[in-house]
């Protein structure tokens, strides 16, 4: 039940949030239910633009493994697209949507640690 409401505020998130913006070359990711790896994609966008900042003994939270950068997911989230959370990678620019969507993405199927 949860999992399922999970999937469609996301599902929701992504049909209205980026269909009515274009900025970006929206990901199909979800849409044609490609898995998202959180080695190979997710793991990235975080070493890429968070973990210098949020690195061991730097800022709350501390987003250096699985566990924790799954446990803050939807903070995460939330931040990304500074929605009632402040914009990371703070001072932004905010990360594109393709990457955001990859996120939203990961969350919907489970967050899984693959
Ligand atoms: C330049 C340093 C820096 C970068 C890069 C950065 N952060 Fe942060 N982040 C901070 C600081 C400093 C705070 C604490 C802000 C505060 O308490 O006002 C914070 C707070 C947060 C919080 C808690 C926000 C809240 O409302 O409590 C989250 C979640 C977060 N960052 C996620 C991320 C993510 C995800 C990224 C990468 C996309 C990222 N951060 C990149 C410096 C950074």
Do not use: E, R
Request: glycine share 8%; aromatic share 8%; proline share 4%.
């Amino acid at each position: 039940m949860k999992k399922k409401a999970l999937v469609f505020v996301f599902g929701t998130t992504i049909l209205f949030g980026f269909g009515s913006c274009k900025k970006d070359q929206v990901s199909t990711d979800c849409v044609s239910n490609t898995t998202i790896h959180f080695s190979t994609q997710i793991k990235p966008i975080i070493d890429n633009n968070c973990i210098s900042c949020h690195g061991p003994g730097g800022n709350t939270p501390s987003l250096t493994d699985h566990a924790s950068i799954a446990t803050h997911a939807t903070h995460i989230y939330n931040t990304l697209t500074a929605n009632g959370a402040q914009l990371m990678p703070q001072g932004g620019p905010a990360l594109n949507d393709t990457l955001i969507s990859q996120f939203s993405c990961w969350i919907s199927q489970g967050k899984q640690n693959n």
